[in-house]
Structure formats: C-alpha cells, structure tokens
Antibody, heavy 116, light 107 residues
Framework: VQLQESGPGLVKPSETLSLTCTVS????????WTWVRQPPGKALEWIGY???????TYSPSLKSRVTISVDTSKNQFSLKVSSVTAADTAVYYC???????????WGQGALVTVSS | DIQMTQSPSSLSASVGDRVTITCRAS??????LNWYQQKPGKAPKLLIY???SLQGGVPSRFSGSESGTDFTLTISSLQPEDFATYYC?????????FGQGTKVEIK
C-alpha cells in the first residue's frame, strides 16, 4: 500500500488549503483514513479521519474549519482547511489505520506554507 | 482530551546503550498506545501498536510495555540507525493525541 499527498505548497492567509491523498496498491474498503500534520520543528497533530463509507471524525480544535472527504472510485481522500493562518503552516501527512488505531502506512508528507 | 506526557524530551546515548522512553496518559487508554520513529524529513514509522505488539519488520530490540497509564518504549541495544525522534500516540478516544516527542541523539 502506498499513499501520496498532492496539492498546492503555498496558500494565502484566509484562503482554503486543499490536499488530496491518492492510495495505490490496495483497496480503501474497510479502513479508516487519516490526516496528521506537523508544524516545522514541532510534534505531530491529529486532524481527523474518515471511514471508506464517508463517515468522518475531526479534532475539536479544528472541527469548525476542516472537511475530510473520500472518493473510493478514484482511490482518494481529501482534506480542506478553511480560513488558514500562518499557524496552519505544516507538513501534512495522510495515513491508513491499522491494528489498535495505529498508522502503519503513511504518505511522504506535503509541506504547506501559509503566506501572502 | 487525553494528554500524553512523554519524557524525556531528549536524551544522549551511545551505540549499544539500553534506552527507555516513557509516555504517561492523563487517563486510562486501555492499551491503545502506539509508538513511532521519525527521522528528519521523513514520515513517522510505526514500531509498536497496542502498547506491546511489535509491528512487522521492526527489529526485536524494540519493545513496549505498560503499567496502568504509564507506557514505556525500550531499545535494548541502541544502533546507529536508531538515532531519531520517537512519538507515542493514544488511539483510545478521539481526539487521538500524540506525545511531544523524544529526540535520541548520539553521545
């Protein structure tokens, strides 16, 4: 199983950050798919996850600005973060859930910088 | 939210040393504790899931244990490729939270 993030690397403040994760080498069925981010030099932060059927759960700290969606026909899931600020600058990772809610497959990460 | 307090934040060790990293949960997490290794510029790599189960392909020098709300990652004999940052993560209840990380450096 391989995951690959794609999307703009630069987003202006107040605009919407959009990323897509493309899954290859396996089916999306019966798994949860997650977004995690890591600001430069800081720890990992869980953003939320979505089940292949479309049910999503978000971090309360981001819930008002985040939408995660899935398109199993394209083997993709996506992240949107609205009204971004410099605090949203981070490497964004997509990942697949495995045993005990762990993440055993990760994308390589996509750096998104919020700047005018 | 469940807080994960990881210690130490950094440590210096030599090749061959036994290294222990601790993660304390603010409440019971029913063994839903995972450990990751992250090297600079790379995605995290799963080492241990369910507090003590070794992920496939991970060397047996890595082990995990638990005692109540305290969880420990042990590297029995540190190897050159083990110098990295380690994170714990609880997956018992959302929002799933990570520890602040432990950077293992060369002494």
């Amino acid at each position: 199983v391989q995951l690959q993030e794609s999307g703009p690397g630069l987003v202006k403040p107040s605009e919407t950050l959009s990323l897509t994760c493309t899954v290859s080498g396996g089916s999306m069925r019966n798994y949860h798919w997650t977004w995690v981010r890591q600001p430069p030099g800081k720890a990992l932060e869980w953003i939320g996850y979505i089940y292949y059927s479309g049910s999503a759960t978000y971090s309360p700290s981001l819930k008002s600005r985040v939408t995660i969606s899935v398109d199993t026909s394209k083997n993709q899931f996506s992240l949107k973060v609205s009204s971004v600020t410099a605090a949203d600058t981070a490497v964004y990772y997509c990942a697949r859930h495995c045993d005990s809610g762990s993440y055993c497959y990760w994308g390589q990460g996509a750096l998104v910088t919020v700047s005018s | 939210d469940i807080q994960m307090t990881q210690s130490p934040s950094s440590l210096s060790a030599s090749v061959g040393d036994r290294v222990t990293i601790t993660c304390r949960a603010s409440q019971s997490i029913n063994s839903y504790l995972n450990w990751y290794q992250q090297k600079p510029g790379k995605a995290p790599k799963l080492l241990i899931y369910g507090a003590s189960s070794l992920q496939g392909g991970v060397p047996s020098r890595f082990s995990g244990s638990e005692s109540g709300t305290d969880f420990t990652l042990t590297i029995s004999s540190l190897q050159p490729e083990d110098f990295a940052t380690y994170y714990c993560q609880q997956s018992d209840s959302t929002p799933w939270t990570f520890g602040q990380g432990t950077k293992v450096e060369i002494k």
